[in-house]
C-alpha cells in the first residue's frame, strides 16, 4: 500500500515519522498496528529515531536526506500485513505546484496511485492570513474606518495613529512571492492536482494530523475538529465540500511530547519514551501514533467517485 | 533518475536546492540556473552554523500540474465547457474596484464570513492569492490595497467552486480586465464585440464608484450609460442578469452619505432601464469590500451580490412556433391536434 505523508516545511512530518518508528519498534504501548519485519534499508528511519530518542528537534529534511520510509506492518484486529511505503520528502516539494504549477515527477505519479494521506499542519505557526482590514482596530480609531481605505487620502487625524503601529507593519511594503502564500492554499492546490485532468477522480482517504497539539491543547477540552474548523478555515471548508473525493478523519498530535528544547529535560526523565507521544481524535488511543496509518488501511469506501 | 548538480545565479533565489525557482520557471527553462560546472563556485546546503554540509543539491524531473494564476478566454471556455458555470462578467472604468471586489469575494468565503456558502476548490487560487496579498498584514502594508490591472493586461478570469446547500455544488468564474479597455470602447464601440466574456456573461455587473458619484456624477453616469447603450444596442444584455454596483460604499462618512448614495445609484439604475428595449432584470446594489463604519467586518453587500450570483435562473418559458407547413405531412396533422389542444 502506498500512502503520503504530506505537509508543508516543518509541519511535523519527519518527527512523525521518527516517532512511529521507535514506537513500531518499542512495542511497548498498546497500538493498532504491529511491525512485522524491518525493511532492506533503514539508514533514513535510524538517523530520524535517533534524534527522537535524544530529545532533539528533528532535523528538517534536506535534499540528502530525503527518503522512503518502509514498514512491515500487520494489523492486530485483522491481521492482514501490509508493506507501508511513505515518502519523507522537504515541505518546499508539497509546494511546487501551488508556486510553480509544477510537481516533481515521482511525487505527482506517487500522489496518483496512493491509497490515502497523512496530512500534516502545525498548530504552532504564525497565523499566515491575517486581514489588515481586521487590525484597523489596532490602528486607527472606529469612527475613522473607512477613511483609512485603499483610495483614501491619508487625513491628518489618522497621523497620530498610524504612527503607533509596530514597526514590522510600518516596513515598507513586500510584494508577492508565492512561496509566501497560505499553508492551506498551497496543501489545496496540491490536492486538487490528484483529482486534476488527466487523473480520474478517485476517492481516497486523508487523516489531517494537528501537530504540536500538546501548545493548543495544554489545559484540554480543545477538540482536533473544531479547532482545525476554526484555524484552517479553508482547508476544512474544501475537505468538508468534497466529501465525495475525500474522506477525512482530524488527529491532534504531539509527536515529540513536548516543547524542545524547553521541556528537554522533563522529557528525557520519561522512562518510557513511547509514553512521550500523545494523539487525540477519532478515538484514537492515547500514545498510538499508528491509529490514524491503521484507519487509512482499513477496508472499506469505494475508491470510483460516483 | 539522472542526477544534476544545478545551481542558480541569482542572489536570494535558493534555486535547485530549494526547489522554488523566483522567476517562476521550471529550472530546466530558468536563464539562471546553470550546471555547478558552469557556475563559479559549487553550491552547497549551509546548515544553521554557516558551515557547509556537502549535501548534493538534486535535479528531479518536473510535470506541470496545470494549475495557474488566472484563465485566459480559451482555458476559460475550456473550463465553461468541461464544468458549466455561472460567468460573472465584470464592467467598469479604472480604479472602481473591480479586482478588490473579486479578491474580497475570496477572502469572504476563506473565512467563512458569507453564510452558506463554503469553498470547495478553485483554478485559480495563486491569482485569488496575488489579488489579496495588498490587503493582508503579510504584505507589511498598514492599509489594506489592491493590485492595479495593467492596461496591456489581457483579458482573464478567476475560478470559483462555491456550495450552498440550495444549490450544491457551481462553479462561478469571474472576468478582469483593465478599465482602460472600457473607456477605449467608448470611443469605438464596435469593439464591444471583441469583449468575449460580456458576450457569454450570465450576470454582468457594472461598478460604480459611489465616491465618484456623489463627487462629481456627471461623468460616472455618462460613462455607464454609454457602456450600457453599446452592449444593449448590440444584444449583449438579452436575457442577463444585470446588477449595477455601487462600490468604495466604506468611503461614505456617514449613514446619511450612504442613504444618498444608494438614492443616487437607484436614479442611475431606472434611468439605464428606460434605455432598453427589452425588460430587463436590472437591480442596484451598493457594496464594500473594506469596513465600513459601524460595521464589525469587511465586505458589507457582497454575500447579498453572491446569494443573486449563485441563484439558480429561473427556468424559460416555452411557446410553440406559430408557423405551419403549407404541405402537411401525416405527422404534422397528427401533431395539430395535441397542439390544438394545448392552445
Known sequence: MLHLIIGMPSSGKSTYIAALRHLLVADEVPTELELTGLADDETHLNRLEKEWLACEPVQRTKPATEGWAQFHIKDRATAVESELSIPDLRGEAFEQPACIGQCRTELLTALSECDGMLLFTNADREDDIIMLDDLMDLFVKPDEIGATSANAEPTEASGPEIASIPATVLAPGIS?????????????????????????????????????????????????????????????????????????????????????????????????????????????????????????????????VS | MEQTILQCNVPGCGGPASGICINGLSFEECPDVTSAKQGEAPLFDTNEKGTTDALTPVFHAMTPTNGAGSLDAISCDILLRARGGILVAIVAGPETGKTTLIATIYELIFRRRIANIKFAGSETLRGYEERCYLARLASNNNIPDTPRTRTAAKLSFTHLRLFTSENGIKDIIFSDRSGEHFENVLSTPRGIMNFAEIARADIVLFLVDLKELLRSPHLPISQIRRLFIIMEKSGLLSGKKIRVVGTKADLMESAERKAEAQQALSTLTSDLLRRSDTPLDIKPLLISARRCIGVSEAGEGIDVLMKDILEPKPPGTFTHGTTWPTRPTELDRLMSSYRNREE
Open chain 1, 176 to 304: 508577492f512571492q508565492p512561496e509566501n502564500m497560505p499553508e492551506e492554499v498551497k496543501i489545496i492546490e496540491f490536492l486538487q492536482v490528484a483529482n486534476r485532468r488527466p487523473r480520474f477522480p478517485i476517492r481516497r482517504r486523508i487523516a489531517v494530523l494537528i501537530s504540536a497539539w500538546d501548545i493548543i491543547d495544554e489545559n484540554g477540552g480543545v477538540e482536533p475538529e473544531g479547532w482545525f474548523s476554526a484555524n484552517r478555515p479553508l482547508l476544512a471548508q474544501f475537505l468538508e465540500t468534497n466529501s465525495d473525493i475525500w474522506q477525512v478523519k482530524i488527529y491532534g498530535v504531539s509527536a515529540q511530547g513536548g516543547r524542545l528544547p524547553q521541556e528537554k529535560a522533563a522529557l528525557e526523565k520519561i522512562k518510557n519514551p513511547s509514553k512521550r507521544m500523545r494523539i487525540v481524535g477519532a478515538a484514537a488511543s492515547e500514545h498510538d501514533l499508528s491509529a490514524p496509518l491503521r484507519w487509512l488501511m482499513s477496508p472499506g469506501g469505494e475508491r470510483n
